[in-house]
């Protein structure tokens, strides 16, 4: 079964980085290459699904094309009807609300009167996108937004639409009075005539639908997915043909000791790394499923989820989860647990007559009736309890050695309390067995202790202690 899942979450990762990639690197390249101009006598047809660069110079309306979610008096994209006299065809240039100053300051200066527009900064406004076809139901709404165009109410107000042209009021606006009042003459002109004409649309700073942002988001996470999937083909090609651990720590007085702690520090070793691997993918899968449902819950149209949330949810959930496996494999290193518990071991047994004496206890103890374990959150506690020295080794590479030839007595302690962790109050709970040497004087202070984080790790251990010494050692409850 583990095979099973390893396999499959290496086949999702290839699944979604090449799925992604083929998503979002035409467009993303053509981003990084940046906007081109349209060229002269290049058509919006000729520029379906190129990244260009246009100079809107007729705006003629402006209309709320988005409103942010949940609030239908605050616009998030504007859109605007602009004309372009060269191909004789519309545009529908959408752009964030917070840029369209520039483009309302043009359309209000075609709206005036020509010798006010000759004191006005008529120059166009550079707008980069991809050009999309608008058809169907689009094109009439469009149609239907450019009917509320000023400059066509003034057109239909000053007598162009009937002909009677009240002369010194259109005069100003239309006609030869200058090379906008021409063209907006020549446009009204061929709407009063029912002239058909070609319908586009450029969303400012995208490339086909997707912007900058998106594309970082969705090239980041197919280059993470590839990188994972890598990364688990290795490991999986690799787990076939080498033992996953191999301890190093042999030789010298404690040597012994050491290497025989490689059972069951590989054991916890190899538990946690499956622990560390079905977090990793649920972290993974989660992030995508969170994000996702955001999206979802906000209303936002599939393609947005495609493009943002999903991505992004996954990339997040593939880094945490990369950041968790890391720290995972570092912490369940049996090579350096064990190195750690042998440098240990010597700082809890400074002298060569002690690790000569502990060596022989812990090798004559033998049988496992006197052994004593307990599974912990983030680790686990393996100990002895020899005829002299009690050990307790953790998972982590600490260890504790209790002389029982210099005890005095033994305080067993249950710790509680609760602690604010991100705001939540959080109840903790342990035990302690706190070793005193023989002293002239009442110590405050334990020589040695051991903790466990269950009432039954404790009891064990204290069972153990108990048969050994015969209750000889005075044995207090706080």
């Known amino acids: 079964m583990k095979k099973v899942v390893e396999i499959l979450a290496t086949v ?25 101009p349209l060229e002269a ?31 239908e008096n605050r616009a998030k994209m504007m859109g605007f009807v602009v004309y372009d006299a060269e191909q004789e065809a519309f545009l529908t240039v959408t752009v964030p609300a917070e840029n369209k100053g520039a483009l309302n300051g043009l359309m209000g200066n075609l709206e005036l009167r020509a010798k006010l527009r000759a004191e006005k900064n008529m120059e166009p406004v550079l707008v980069d996108g991809t050009p999309k076809p608008i058809e169907g139901e689009a094109r009439r709404e469009a149609l239907l937004v450019l009917a509320e165009s000023k400059i066509l109410e003034l057109y239909d107000r000053y007598g162009g639409i009937d002909g ?68 688990r083909l290795r490991s999986m090609l690799k787990s076939g043909k080498a033992e996953p651990y ?14 025989a ?22 972290s993974a899968a989660g992030g995508a499923v969170i994000l996702t449902a955001i999206g979802l819950l906000a209303k936002m149209p599939v393609r947005g989820i495609l493009s943002f949330h999903l991505p992004l949810g996954l990339f997040l959930g593939e880094l945490t989860a990369l950041l968790f496996w890391f720290s995972q494999k570092k912490r369940s290193n049996p090579d350096k647990i064990l190195a750690n518990i042998a440098k240990n071991l010597e700082k809890q047994l400074p002298s060569s007559a002690e690790q000569d004496a502990f060596v022989e206890d812990f090798l004559n103890t033998g049988s496992s009736e006197w ?35 210099k005890l005095q007595r033994i305080e067993t302690e249950e710790i509680s309390g609760t602690v604010n962790v991100n705001g939540v109050r959080t109840r903790y709970r342990s035990w302690v067995a706190n070793f005193f040497y ?23 251990f204290m069972t153990l202690v108990r048969r050994r010494t015969n209750n000889s050692i005075e044995v207090i409850s706080k």
Not at 261 to 282: I, K
């Open 164 to 231: 009677t042209k009240n002369r010194s009021d259109y005069a100003e606006h239309f006609g030869d009075c200058d090379e906008y009042g021409r063209v907006l003459e020549d446009l009204c002109v061929a709407l009063a005539q029912g002239k058909e004409m070609e319908w586009y649309s450029i969303e400012d700073g995208c490339v086909n639908g997707f912007t900058r942002g998106q594309l970082f988001v969705i090239m980041l996470a197919a280059v993470l997915s590839l990188l994972i999937f890598v990364f």
């Open 438 to 460: 023989q002293s002239d004087e009442l110590k405050k202070k334990a020589d040695k202790a051991i903790s466990f984080e269950t009432s039954n790790g404790i009891g064990l």
């Open 261 to 282: 702690q490689w059972s069951w520090v590989a054991g916890w070793c190899d538990y946690s790394m499956n622990r560390g691997r079905r977090s990793a993918y649920l």
């Open 246 to 259: 191999k301890t190093s720590a042999s030789g010298g007085r404690l040597g012994q000791v050491v290497n």
């Open 371 to 405: 052994v004593f374990r307990e599974p912990c959150k983030d680790t686990m506690l393996y100990g002895v309890v020899g005829e002299r020295y009690w050990s307790a080794f953790s998972g982590l590479g600490a260890v504790t050695v209790v002389d029982s030839e």
């Open 41 to 71: 006598g290049q058509t919006f047809a000729g520029a379906e699904g190129k990244y260009i660069s246009y100079e809107a110079a007729y705006p003629l309306v402006s209309y709320v094309a988005e409103y942010y979610s949940g609030d």
């Open 12 to 36: 999702c990762a290839l699944i979604a980085g090449v799925g992604f990639l083929l998503f979002g690197a035409p467009s993303f390249v053509k981003a990084m290459q940046g906007a081109k």
